[in-house]
């Protein structure tokens, strides 16, 4: 499985940014489509997934009633529309993909078996 992500950039807090992730190859290895960033200096961290199957979403607490995770109509295309962005949402995004999580494991890099390359988004204040 490859996964490619884009849509990162620079915009001003309040603002809005929409991130891509394709996925090819063994696509029918995946159970879940994720994202995670990395700002710098610290861990990387979950910030939301969506279990293609069921379309059932999970949110990191931090940005939660401000993103969205959704399927997209092209096959294989997850996106994460981020809306209200500010300043600490400045990271490099991740495209993850899974065979399988538990609701109690979604969270965890260890669940996910396949990452795409980063995509740079800055918020300025």
């Known amino acids: 499985v490859q996964l490619q992500a884009s849509g990162g950039g620079l915009a001003q807090a309040g603002g809005s940014l929409r991130l891509s992730c394709v996925a090819s190859?063994?696509?029918?290895?995946?159970?879940?489509v994720g994202w995670f960033r990395q700002a710098p200096g610290k861990e990387r961290e979950f910030v939301s997934a969506i279990t293609l199957s069921s379309g059932f979403r999970f949110y990191a607490d931090s940005v939660k009633d401000r993103f969205t995770i959704s399927k997209g109509d092209a096959k294989n295309t997850v996106y994460l529309q981020m809306n209200s962005l500010k300043p600490e949402d400045t990271a490099v995004y991740y495209c993850?993909?899974?065979?399988?999580?538990?609701?109690?494991?979604?969270?965890?890099?260890?669940?996910?078996?396949?990452w795409g390359q980063g995509t740079q988004v800055t918020v300025s204040s």
């Open positions: 190859g063994s696509t029918f290895r995946i159970y879940g």
């Open positions: 993850a993909a899974s065979r399988g999580y538990g609701v109690g494991t979604y969270h965890r890099q260890t669940s996910w078996h396949y």
